[in-house]
């Protein structure tokens, strides 16, 4: 159940005695204790003092003796006295309480001469957990959300008085209805409540768990009661109690740690940290500054930066590589570049970035997995550089000087905050140290953002969640400043344009610059002059004013109490411009909790869970074809899938891996611009999911916290957000009142620096007229042989598997490393290893020995690719193929034997298959002739001419002689068939078991028996033998003939081979298994070839393709042709026609033609004929 409140104020013009009626009407009189009376006289003290700091809040009248009015305040405040105490007030701070539950405060007594306005901002009281407040009112909800909310609760928010002996009297119920609900839930309900009012500390965990309870029965209660309509009263008693323990759940207040924790990682931080850290510092005085850094990773950026430009500059080369001419001499005329080719270049440029640096990326997290990724520092990078890029000694020496000035610059930042801050307020802290940090698959997700990705954000996301869950306090990223103060906001207010000070990003980021330099007293970056001249003097202005009210009075804390185990964040205000308008959101850059907060937990996991997923979703990838998923998973195929026909795995969308899904924006995030996964993984987004879970899991408790209409917001209602703002009404346009706002916030206006250079649209116009004048440098880099450290390899690998690794192969180092050394390729050893990888490692259930091992297998597939293996001067050809384009495939043969002498060709026949194939056909027709002569007997007269019809015209179509008419005629006998259903299926078996023909071992044997058509006699009709034999064997032996008499002309019947596939290879009990079974599918060709090679070394061309031309070649007939490229592909394939075809070169009539046959001609002359080879 979700109960809201509207706020009860008093306002400054109200009189003394419309105060007063408004206090008795609301007055519960209290007998007041001894602490009371101690409690009120310091109230009177701090009334009197106050009038030395007088403001402009009337609450009381302030005419006449300022004791008289003093008396008739202590009078209402005696009347109105509940429970109060006090806290130590803030000066010159202007603290707003955060969300829905900010309270009234009594106000200061002013007199009659007012001061400044700014100075009256100096005093607030600080909100307290404890101190009573006339409470906000909320509308009424159910607990599902189906009461009428509108109701609004017109009594003002009681403490809890709940017991176990008026909880019947709350409820209102009478015998027959309680005892319509199960006695078990009544005294769950008052034990819980008994319970709760025995905690000495009410204020616990417990103590909120003991809420929950309370809530949730109640909430069951409900349900069971709203079936009848009698019990509106009862439903309505109900949901005030409920309200009841909520008001009370978000009452348990805790003051967060005094600590400020930023977090740098990848280098030194930035020298601007000290103008925030001031900033904090006039903000949070008593807070200490806590500076977060990697000291394994001080030259992470600087590597990262190495590794980008080296993918920068590969896109750049595939980018060129990918033009065409008419693109290229646009680019070098620096000719317009109209949209069309500007998008292309955009889309190219994008992909080929996206290629390389993944290329990159995952060579470095290889190399990260082997070296040991969770001890992954500066000493891998450095070995990175020289194992794989070939630094030279003097390239890593200016490396190591680059970390080892990160640390000096960490150092002198450290000084310079000590004497800003005091040296008790300055830590510095190693990310390594947080609890957190030492579970594995956390470390390994941090390792992963900073050496996979190069995300700085999405690892500062998971530290920031660790650290808060530890120490407590605020995170805040290094350039965000606190809120301003109310004085600020005036004068910013005062000299703003159309609100051009408060909400444009340009102006608020040079007066956010401008208001650090004053704070710090340090030199300030420089935005100003991107202001235009107006805009310039209007901040002059806002400055002069700044600088009167005092560096005390620039900033303001936010409330630092928070509701036990829950967290605050910030929510940003960004005006985009008038299309886009106002981006809203929660943002992560400051959080507030305390130390061990519940919610953390939650947001913790939910990252590991996202992380989780990506996990799968990559593994599901890697082990199963996307293809053969789009088929048993799709819809069509659903037959099959039932059937059981096929092994049916856990399907997965193609949502969940296809475009725009979290996991393809995953490796593109800080790549291609404007494409973020980090938001819903780690970031904002992912935390206010989390936070709308935890509240979800207190149940009826929880969703005070909530508001499910605020989407935007992941359903989290207002009081989980610092900088809420209320938007002004009745003036043009949309704008907020940062003034008055409902809770004070930060000032998140991040510098436009070349740390978001990820986010923005290269120009690619700026590099390419450069490109593609200059040779581009060869920025691949080798596979290198790394080899590997079990110790280091498996640091962090449970226990278990190290155990079974020791055990099953114990000396897995040794042979890796001697393998990878080896100078010669041991392929069984090679087989042996990466099986036992596979076993051992990849099949694991961990994801760190998963990986660890798929980087393993890589690197073996690296090292299998760098030996380049002698396969021969071979070219070989399956006779089936050449009898398909004999024409082609000659040019293929003869020209190949012409571009090398050393060349020699192999020509693989099949007799025994292709007698076999005769067999199989000989069979189906004698065996349909028979089956249908039967069928013939049993049915009608006219089925009966519709079979003989059907007979005669499939033999036909079998044989290959159909004609087109024919054919029809088929089709339309089919149809006369099938009017009988009976008859239909006979014809469809009878087809079926013919084709399903299994030749009998001791005929496949007996093949090779067969010399010639008479050894077939008896086997079906003469002509049948003859057109089958022809078309299988003899035709076959005719091409064959052929190519060795052409062989024998050009004197190259000794570079030909002919092979038999039957005796060859007949060690391939595959291919014995083929034939049979009867295999006749086309795959069974794909078969032989692999058997071809693993027997033989060589090339097996899959068409018929010639001998590439020479470059001297192609010159010469560009000549002739002016470069005119289809006339020189033209005259190329006429000249291969013209050496090794059959057919005689022909021209027709064309103008065309005939200057194609000039040039022909000319380039013929020109030839050495004697020495093609040579071309």
């Given at each position: 159940m979700r109960v809201e409140t509207v706020r009860q104020e008093y306002h400054k013009n109200d009189n003394i005695e419309q105060h007063t009626k408004k206090t008795r009407s609301k007055r519960r009189i209290k007998t007041a204790s001894m602490d009371s009376v101690i409690e009120i006289g310091k109230r009177i003290q701090a009334e009197i003092s106050s009038t030395l700091q007088p403001n402009n809040y009337k609450i009381a009248s302030t005419k006449g003796n300022w004791k008289s009015s003093l008396m008739i305040r202590a009078g209402l405040l005696f009347s109105n006295y509940q429970s109060m105490s006090t806290e130590k007030t803030r000066e010159y701070k202007a603290v707003i309480s955060h969300g829905g539950f900010s309270s009234f405060h009594l106000q200061h007594h002013t007199l009659n001469n007012e001061k400044d306005a700014a100075m009256n901002d100096k005093f607030k009281y600080m909100k307290n957990e404890n101190r009573i407040h006339l409470k906000k009112m909320r509308k009424r909800r159910s607990v599902d959300d189906v009461i009428d909310d509108k109701q609004l609760n017109k009594k003002t928010m009681s403490i809890y008085d709940i017991t176990s002996d008026n909880i019947d009297k709350k409820i209102g119920w009478n015998i027959e209805k309680k005892n319509k609900i199960s006695?078990?839930?009544?005294?769950?309900?008052?034990?819980?409540?008994?319970?709760?009012?025995?905690?000495?500390?009410?204020?616990?965990?417990?103590?909120?768990?003991?809420?929950?309870?309370?809530?949730?029965?109640?909430?069951?209660?409900?349900?069971n009661l709203q079936v009848n309509e009698d019990n509106k009263l009862l439903l309505s008693n109900i949901k005030s109690i409920i309200n009841q323990i909520q008001n009370e759940y978000v009452s348990h207040k805790v003051s967060i740690e005094k600590n400020i924790h930023v977090v740098w990682v990848a280098g030194a931080p930035p020298d601007s940290i000290t103008k925030y850290a001031t900033a904090y510092k006039l903000a949070y005085p008593d807070f200490i500054f806590n500076l977060w850094i990697d000291i394994k990773a001080m030259g992470a950026y600087i590597f990262n930066k190495i590794l980008r430009e080296i993918a920068f500059e590969n896109a750049k080369h595939d980018l060129v590589a990918s033009l065409n001419k008419e693109e290229l001499n646009i680019i070098k005329n620096n000719a317009p570049i109209g949209k069309e080719l500007q998008d292309k270049l955009a889309r190219s440029f994008e992909y080929n970035l996206l290629k390389s640096?993944?290329?990159?990326?995952?060579?470095?997290?290889?190399?990260?997995?082997?070296?040991?990724?969770?001890?992954?520092?500066?000493?891998?990078?450095?070995g990175f550089l020289k194992d794989i890029l070939n630094y030279d000694e003097k390239k890593i020496e200016s490396f190591q000087a680059e970390i080892n000035k990160n640390r000096e610059r960490t150092d002198l930042i450290k000084e310079k905050l000590i004497s800003i801050l005091g040296e008790d307020k300055v830590v510095i802290h190693d990310v390594s140290t947080l609890s957190d940090m030492k579970i594995v698959h956390r470390k390994q997700h941090y390792q992963q953002e900073l050496i996979l990705r190069w995300n700085y954000a999405s690892a500062t996301d998971q530290l920031r969640m660790y650290i808060l869950k530890e120490h407590g306090g605020i995170y805040t990223d290094y350039d965000v400043t606190p809120g301003y103060t109310k004085a600020v906001y005036n004068i910013l207010e005062e000299n703003s344009n159309n609100f051009d000070f408060l909400e444009k990003e340009e102006c608020r980021r040079a007066f956010n610059d401008e208001i650090l330099s004053i704070a710090s007293n340090e030199e300030s970056s420089g935005y100003k002059n991107k202001l235009s001249n107006d805009e310039k003097t209007r901040l002059d202005k806002i400055i002069h004013e700044i600088k009167k009210i005092g560096t005390d009075n620039l900033f303001s804390p936010i409330d630092t109490t928070v509701i036990r185990d829950s967290m605050l964040m910030s929510k940003r205000y960004q005006w985009w411009g008038e299309d886009k308008g106002w981006n809203i959101r929660g943002n992560n850059n400051f959080l507030a909790t305390h130390k061990g907060s519940k919610v953390t937990e939650f947001v913790i996991s939910g990252q590991d869970n996202a992380y989780r997923q990506l996990f799968d979703i990559r593994e599901k990838l890697r082990t199963e074809s996307i293809n053969v998923q789009h088929h048993y998973y799709a819809g069509d195929n659903i037959e099959e899938i039932n059937s059981g026909s096929i092994e049916k795995n856990t399907p997965l969308d193609h949502k969940e891996y296809g475009i725009g899904s979290l996991f393809s924006k995953y490796r593109m995030d800080g790549i291609i611009p404007r494409v973020y996964s980090t938001l819903h993984i780690t970031g904002p987004d992912a935390i206010m999911k989390s936070m709308r879970d935890y509240y979800n899991s207190l149940g009826a408790l929880g969703q005070c916290r909530l508001d499910p209409s605020n989407k935007h917001f992941k359903g989290l209602s207002q009081d989980s957000f610092i900088g809420n703002l209320k938007r002004i009404n009745g003036i043009e346009g949309e704008h907020y009142d940062w003034k008055n706002q409902e809770s004070f916030g930060i000032n998140d206006i991040t510098p436009d620096d070349v740390s978001s250079w990820t986010a923005k649209i290269i120009d690619?116009?700026?590099?390419?007229?450069?490109?593609?004048?200059?040779d581009q440098p060869n920025s691949s880099f080798p596979p290198p042989v790394i080899e590997i450290d079990v110790k280091r390899l498996t640091?962090?690998?449970?226990?278990?598997?190290?155990?079974?690794?020791?055990?099953?192969?114990?000396?897995?180092?040794?042979?890796?490393?001697?393998?990878?050394?080896?100078?010669?390729?041991?392929?069984?050893?090679?087989?042996?290893?990466?099986?036992?990888?596979?076993?051992?490692?990849i099949l694991s259930e961990n994801k760190l020995v998963k990986w660890s091992g798929i980087s393993l297998a890589e690197k073996l597939n690296d090292y299998l690719n760098k030996f380049t293996i002698p396969i021969g001067n071979k070219v070989h050809y399956l006779l089936s193929e050449i009898s398909e384009q004999h024409d082609e495939y000659k040019k293929s043969m003869f020209s190949v034997l012409a571009s090398d002498p050393d060349a020699k060709l192999v020509i693989w026949r099949n007799d025994k298959y292709n007698k076999y194939l005769v067999i199989k056909e000989l069979s189906i027709l004698q065996g349909r002739k028979s089956k249908i002569e039967e069928?013939?007997?049993?049915?009608?007269?006219?089925?009966?001419?519709?079979?003989?019809?059907?007979?005669?015209?499939?033999?036909?179509e079998q044989l290959g002689m159909i004609t087109p008419e024919e054919q029809l005629s088929l089709i339309d006998t089919i149809t006369l068939i099938s009017e009988d259903q009976g008859l239909k299926q006979r014809i469809i078996d009878i087809e079926n078991t013919l084709h399903s023909f299994y030749i009998e071992k001791k005929l496949v044997s007996n093949l090779d028996k067969i010399q010639n058509i008479k050894s077939l006699k008896g086997a079906g009709r003469y002509?049948?033998?003859?057109?089958?034999?022809?078309?299988?064997?003899?035709?076959?032996?005719?091409?064959?003939?052929?190519?060795?008499?052409?062989?024998?002309?050009?004197?190259?019947?000794?570079?030909?081979?002919?092979?038999?596939?039957?005796?060859?290879?007949?060690?391939?009990?595959?291919?014995?298994?083929?034939?049979?079974?009867?295999?006749?599918?086309?795959?069974?060709?794909?078969?032989?070839?692999?058997?071809?090679?693993?027997?033989?070394?060589?090339?097996?061309?899959?068409?018929?393709?010639?001998?590439?031309?020479?470059?001297?070649?192609?010159?010469?007939?560009?000549?002739?042709t002016s470069n005119n490229d289809e006339e020189t592909s033209a005259i190329l394939n006429k000249l291969y026609q013209h050496f090794f075809g059959d057919k005689t070169v022909d021209f027709d009539s064309s103008i065309e033609e005939q200057r194609v046959k000039i040039n022909f001609e000319l380039v013929l002359s020109e030839l050495d004929i004697d020495n093609l080879g040579k071309y």
């Open positions: 006695p078990e839930l009544i005294d769950k309900l008052k034990s819980n409540i008994d319970k709760y009012q025995e905690l000495s500390d009410k204020n616990s965990r417990e103590g909120i768990y003991l809420l929950k309870t309370q809530s949730n029965v109640l909430s069951q209660i409900y349900k640096q993944i290329k990159i990326q995952d060579s470095v997290m290889n190399y990260a997995y082997i070296r040991g990724v969770l001890n992954f520092s500066d000493g891998e990078r450095i690619i116009k700026s590099f390419l007229y450069d490109i593609v004048y200059r640091i962090g690998w449970p226990s278990e598997v190290k155990g079974k690794l020791r055990s099953l192969w114990p000396n897995f180092e040794d042979e890796y490393n001697r393998l990878l050394n080896g100078n010669f390729i041991n392929l069984n050893s090679l087989s042996n290893i990466d099986k036992k990888i596979h076993q051992y490692l069928l013939m007997k049993e049915c009608s007269p006219q089925q009966h001419d519709n079979l003989k019809i059907y007979h005669r015209l499939k033999r036909k002509r049948d033998i003859e057109y089958l034999w022809n078309r299988y064997v003899g035709k076959e032996q005719e091409i064959l003939n052929d190519i060795m008499n052409n062989a024998q002309s050009r004197n190259l019947q000794d570079k030909i081979e002919i092979k038999d596939v039957s005796n060859e290879l007949s060690h391939s009990t595959l291919i014995n298994k083929l034939v049979y079974d009867g295999y006749g599918f086309d795959d069974f060709k794909q078969v032989m070839k692999y058997n071809i090679l693993y027997r033989e070394p060589g090339l097996l061309l899959q068409k018929a393709v010639v001998a590439v031309p020479s470059g001297e070649l192609v010159d010469i007939i560009n000549k002739h």
